[in-house]
């Protein structure tokens, strides 16, 4: 059997961004987990060397990261079809949603089970050094799975972190949940936006404003979403704004994704969740980046590095917990100076190379449902 490659319909700006955002999440944990007193999560750590969380430190911010991707979904799911007025391929991409994301969490399930049944994982004798709540707790899993079950952690990855949002075996898989429900929705309301775009400008944008509203009221993690979804709506197919006004878009949008405080941000007396001021500057990248072509030599890296975001994002709590955690016990056995920041490149350049075969796993996958999606096609044409 011959497999489709299918083509390529990705903006590769944001593919790299999508990287990008992937490592500052690596950063973010790992500051979290061995370096805490930085972080100002923490109650039981002075204040007054904290970083996280400052406006501008965008580098460091993983929650911000996490909203770039929601609102990076939201966009890319949306754009294609809402450019050629193509309904037929919402209904491809619902079709491949589910086994497109289980595939990968699946496999990162069976992964953190095998880790546990051969005591691979060493988070707990590090965080009796870095005293972090975050790593003690196996990355904030709630709860730390204490069974081990391969069967549990089958069907984690199949099924329950979608729609239960379970991700005990690998907290990152938390995001899979409201990616899995908001990308249905997405669906949804873009074959809303076909439906209407000749014969109302606004009614689009006002169906858009007001399920965000309606979201909004049960969680902040959902309008991003929507929001990605305007900007696939109103942004033309080429950008309209010059050179220098796309450099101060994107600079000030990367100076909003450095913010995190779980108070929000007050602005005129009104506290707005920091998912909102996130979500803002992550807009702003996308349209200071939608359209640029990139030179062959960029392209490539940020090919790369988009291929390499979900893999990464998806193991990396694993490898920082095992083998992350074991360098950093050697190292601080050895009196080693700095081996927290030695310990972290080792730790994010191991996770790079661990998930090259990931690739090569989820492309094949990916390819597979390419080819099953083109056979119902097929036979749907005939008929």
């Given at each position: 059997?011959?497999?489709?490659?299918?083509?390529?319909?990705?903006?590769?700006?944001?593919?790299?961004?999508?990287?990008?955002?992937a490592i500052v999440v690596f950063?973010?944990?790992?500051?979290?987990?061995?370096?805490?007193?930085?972080?100002?999560?923490f109650p039981n750590f002075p204040k007054e060397n904290v970083i996280v969380g400052k406006l501008g430190l965008f580098f460091l911010n993983?929650?911000?990261?996490?909203?770039?991707?929601?609102?990076?979904?939201?966009?890319?799911?949306s754009r294609r079809s809402i450019l050629n007025n193509n309904s037929e391929q919402i209904g491809k991409n619902f079709l491949k949603r589910w086994p497109r994301l289980a595939f990968p969490t699946t496999v990162a399930a069976i992964c953190s089970w095998i880790l546990f049944r051969f005591n691979l994982y060493n988070y707990h004798d590090a965080a009796l050094i870095t005293k972090s709540p975050w790593l003690a707790s196996f990355a904030s899993a709630s709860?730390?799975?204490?069974?081990?079950?391969?069967?549990d952690a089958l069907t984690q990855g199949l099924f329950y972190t979608f729609y239960r949002g379970d991700s005990y075996y690998d907290?990152?898989?938390?995001?899979?949940?409201?990616?899995?429900?908001?990308?249905?929705?997405?669906?949804?309301?873009?074959?809303?936006?076909?439906?209407?775009?000749?014969s109302s400008k606004l009614f689009p944008i006002l169906s858009?404003?007001?399920?965000?509203?309606?979201?909004?009221m049960y969680s902040p993690w959902y309008p991003p979403f929507l929001f990605g979804l305007l900007l696939a709506y109103v942004?033309?197919?080429?950008?309209?704004?010059?050179?220098?006004?796309?450099?101060f878009i994107f600079v000030f949008g990367l100076y909003l994704l450095g913010f995190y405080s779980e108070k929000g941000m007050i602005i005129f007396g009104t506290a707005f969740a920091y998912q909102y001021v996130d979500m803002v500057g992550s807009m702003l990248l996308i349209i200071s980046c939608y359209d640029i072509v990139l030179t062959p030599k960029f392209s490539k890296c940020a090919k790369m590095l988009g291929e390499i975001s979900f893999p990464f994002y998806l193991l990396h709590?694993?490898?920082?917990?095992?083998?992350?955690?074991?360098?950093?016990?050697?190292?601080?056995?050895?009196?080693?100076?700095?081996?927290?920041?030695?310990?972290?490149?080792?730790?994010?350049?191991?996770?790079?190379?661990?998930s090259v075969p990931f690739i090569v796993l989820n492309n094949r996958w990916v390819n597979l449902l390419n080819y099953w999606i083109s056979l119902i096609d097929k036979k749907n044409n005939q008929y």
């Open positions: 059997m011959s497999l489709p490659q299918e083509k390529s319909q990705r903006i590769e700006t944001l593919e790299g961004l999508r990287g990008l955002a950063f973010f944990h790992w500051i979290l987990g061995f370096l805490p007193q930085l972080s100002g999560i993983g929650a911000g990261a996490v909203v770039f991707f929601f609102v990076l979904s939201g966009f890319v799911l709860p730390v799975p204490v069974d081990h079950s391969i069967w907290s990152s898989m938390w995001t899979m949940h409201y990616e899995f429900l908001a990308s249905l929705l997405i669906f949804g309301t873009t074959l809303l936006i076909i439906s209407y775009k000749n858009i404003l007001i399920i965000s509203i309606i979201l909004f942004l033309p197919e080429k950008s309209k704004i010059n050179k220098i006004g796309n450099i709590v694993l490898v920082i917990c095992s083998f992350g955690s074991w360098f950093y016990i050697t190292l601080k056995g050895y009196d080693i100076p700095h081996a927290s920041f030695i310990s972290c490149l080792v730790t994010l350049f191991s996770t790079i190379l661990i």
